[in-house]
């Protein structure tokens, strides 16, 4: 089946402009989350979906990340007035259910602010 | 938080040597993943392995968790093994993976 796939790959925001990730997880896959890695780093947690609920928003690095899953499937990570240190791969993951269950990652977006 | 550390940072092979690359978690885990994140940054589910061994062709991995370490095997290696492995782990009631610092493993010809 498709796995996770998320749009676009690649983006160039000029400083002060806002984004918006796509996540399409695979299809059931009650839990999602986004990560963040910067360039040598491993992924950094930013936020958990259950269903439609945000459980856990405490990796957010400012309020200028924003992050929805209205109808429990397709999840938008907005970033408003991106700064040069946004730049980074946001990654999205999904899984079956809601804790201790295997995470499976999309190819991630590649975000370089200028 | 938890703390994920991974040895060694660098590895180096030649086609056809084995390895083992180490995982060491601070704490008692619900879950455990390694990952081969290859050079287009795709991270790709190896194992899921909280516990006990498990075996996928030339890749094996054990987590002995009552002693919060996990090792995941690479034998007969490949250059297409190359990249970066992450062990990750989600600990308590967090359901949020927290990675390792990473082993860069290159395989040369």
């Known amino acids: 089946g498709a796995g996770v796939s998320q749009s676009p790959r690649y983006k160039v925001a000029k400083r002060g402009q806002d984004v918006a990730l796509r996540c399409d997880p695979i299809s059931g896959h009650v839990s999602l989350f986004w990560y963040q890695q910067a360039l040598g780093q491993g992924p950094e947690f930013l936020t958990y979906f259950q269903n439609e609920a945000q459980l856990d928003k405490s990796g957010l690095p400012s309020d200028r990340f924003f992050a929805e899953r209205p109808e429990g499937s397709v999840s938008t990570l907005k970033i408003q007035r991106t700064q040069q240190e946004d730049s980074a791969v946001y990654l999205c993951?999904?899984?079956?259910?809601?804790?201790?269950?295997?995470?499976?990652f999309g190819p991630g977006t590649r975000l370089t602010v200028t | 938080g938890i703390q994920v550390e991974q040895s060694p940072p660098d590895l180096i092979l030649q086609e056809g040597a084995n390895s083992t690359l180490r995982c060491n978690f601070s704490?008692?885990?619900?879950?455990l993943q390694w990952f081969h994140q290859n050079p287009w940054g795709q991270l790709i589910n190896l194992f899921y392995?909280?516990?006990g061994t498990k075996q996928n062709g030339r890749l094996s991995a054990t987590t002995v968790a009552t002693e919060r370490y996990s090792l995941l095997y690479i034998s007969s290696s490949q250059t297409t093994d190359s990249g970066v492995y992450f062990c990750?782990?989600?600990?308590?009631?967090?359901?949020?993976?927290?990675f390792g610092t990473g082993t860069r493993l290159q395989v040369t010809l």
């Open positions: 704490d008692s885990v619900n879950n």
């Open positions: 392995i909280p516990s």
């Open positions: 993951a999904s899984s079956l259910g809601p804790t201790a269950y295997e995470q499976y």
């Open positions: 990750a782990v989600e600990a308590g009631t967090a359901s949020k993976l927290t």
